[in-house]
C-alpha cells in the first residue's frame, strides 16, 4: 500500500501533459524542453521521465529509471524516518509537600529520564485546600528544575493549570564524553614510556666515578 502511494505521487512519460519541462539528470545539463523532445530524449537514453516537481515553472523532469527512482525514494524515506528521534514524555508527580526522600528518588529517575533522551513533565498536584500552597509547589519545581541542569533545560517554566503546577524540562545534548575518554587513555600510552625510560636516565646521571683511559662503558 505505501508502495502504491509513493507512486501516485509522481507522473511519468505519457502522464506528463504540460508543454514544456526543465530537463535534469545524472549525464546531462540542466534544460528546458518541449514535453515530447524530452520524452523522445528518455526513449533514447532507455530510461523513463519522472516529474520530480510538478509546481516549479516549469515543472521539473528527472532522466531515470521508474523502478530505481522509487527505490531511492523509498530508501531516503526510511533514513529520514531513522534520524527522527522519539522523545518520550515522562511524568513526574508530586505533591506540594513532598519529602526528601521521596523527592531524592524522583530526581533519580528523571535523570534517568534525560539521559535516556526523554521529556520530563513535572508537575505538583493540589488536593482540596492543598491549591493555598501554589507557591510552595512552584519553588518546589524551580529547585527541581535547578538541581536536572546539567541534564535538561526548561522549556516551560511552571504554570498552574487547573489543579496542576506544569514545567517540562528537555534532554540537553550529548557532549562526547566517550573521546574525553580516549584522549585520556591516549596520554596514558605516550607516559608510560618515558616512566621505563626514567631509570637508566637516571643512574646515567648519578655515576660520579672516574673515567679510566682506554676504557669504554656501555649504556
Same mark, same amino acid.
Not at 512519460?13 to 546531462?28: F, Y
Not at 530524449?41 to 515553472?57: F, H, T, W
Given at each position: 500500500?505505501?508502495?502504491?502511494?509513493?507512486?501516485?505521487?509522481?507522473?511519468?512519460?505519457?502522464?506528463?501533459?504540460v508543454?514544456?519541462v526543465?530537463?535534469v539528470?545524472?549525464?546531462?545539463?540542466?534544460?528546458?524542453?518541449?514535453?515530447?523532445?524530452?520524452?523522445?530524449?528518455?526513449?533514447?537514453?532507455?530510461?523513463?521521465?519522472?516529474?520530480?516537481?510538478?509546481n516549479?515553472?516549469p515543472?521539473?523532469?528527472?532522466?531515470?529509471?521508474?523502478s530505481?527512482?522509487l527505490?531511492?525514494?523509498?530508501?531516503?524515506?526510511?533514513?529520514?524516518?531513522?534520524?527522527?528521534?522519539?522523545?518520550?514524555?515522562?511524568?513526574?508527580?508530586?505533591?506540594?509537600?513532598?519529602?526528601?526522600?521521596?523527592?531524592?528518588?524522583?530526581l533519580?529517575?528523571?535523570?534517568g529520564?534525560?539521559?535516556?533522551?526523554?521529556?520530563?513533565?513535572?508537575?505538583?498536584?493540589?488536593?482540596?485546600?492543598?491549591?493555598?500552597? %501554589?507557591?510552595?509547589?512552584?519553588?518546589?519545581?524551580?529547585?527541581?528544575?535547578?538541581?536536572?541542569?546539567?541534564?535538561?533545560?526548561?522549556?516551560?517554566?511552571?504554570q498552574?493549570?487547573?489543579?496542576?503546577?506544569?514545567?517540562?524540562?528537555?534532554? %540537553?545534548?550529548?557532549?562526547?564524553?566517550?573521546?574525553?575518554?580516549?584522549?585520556?587513555?591516549?596520554?596514558?600510552?605516550?607516559?608510560?614510556?618515558?616512566? %621505563?625510560?626514567?631509570?637508566?636516565?637516571?643512574?646515567?646521571?648519578?655515576?660520579t666515578?672516574?673515567?679510566?683511559?682506554?676504557e669504554?662503558?656501555?649504556?
Amino acid at each position: 500500500m505505501k508502495k502504491d502511494n509513493l507512486k501516485q505521487q509522481y507522473r511519468v512519460n505519457d502522464q506528463i501533459h504540460v508543454h514544456e519541462v526543465r530537463v535534469v539528470g545524472d549525464d546531462i545539463e540542466s534544460t528546458v524542453l518541449p514535453t515530447y523532445k524530452a520524452l523522445q530524449l528518455a526513449e533514447q537514453k532507455g530510461v523513463d521521465l519522472v516529474e520530480i516537481s510538478p509546481n516549479a515553472q516549469p515543472p521539473v523532469c528527472r532522466l531515470i529509471d521508474y523502478s530505481k527512482f522509487l527505490y531511492q525514494q523509498k530508501k531516503h524515506q526510511k533514513e529520514m524516518k531513522a534520524k527522527q528521534a522519539k522523545i518520550e514524555i515522562k511524568e513526574i508527580r508530586f505533591g506540594p509537600q513532598t519529602d526528601d526522600h521521596d523527592y531524592n528518588f524522583k530526581l533519580k529517575h528523571a535523570q534517568g529520564f534525560l539521559q535516556e533522551g526523554d521529556k520530563v513533565k513535572a508537575y505538583v498536584f493540589f488536593k482540596g485546600r492543598s491549591i493555598l500552597f %501554589k507557591e510552595q509547589g512552584e519553588v518546589l519545581l524551580l529547585r527541581f528544575a535547578a538541581d536536572l541542569e546539567d541534564y535538561g533545560k526548561v522549556e516551560q517554566m511552571p504554570q498552574l493549570e487547573g489543579k496542576r503546577m506544569i514545567m517540562f524540562i528537555a534532554p %540537553k545534548k550529548q557532549t562526547g564524553g566517550k573521546k574525553s575518554d580516549a584522549a585520556i587513555a591516549e596520554v596514558v600510552r605516550e607516559e608510560v614510556p618515558r616512566e %621505563k625510560k626514567a631509570p637508566q636516565q637516571k643512574a646515567r646521571k648519578e655515576y660520579t666515578g672516574p673515567k679510566v683511559e682506554g676504557e669504554e662503558f656501555d649504556d
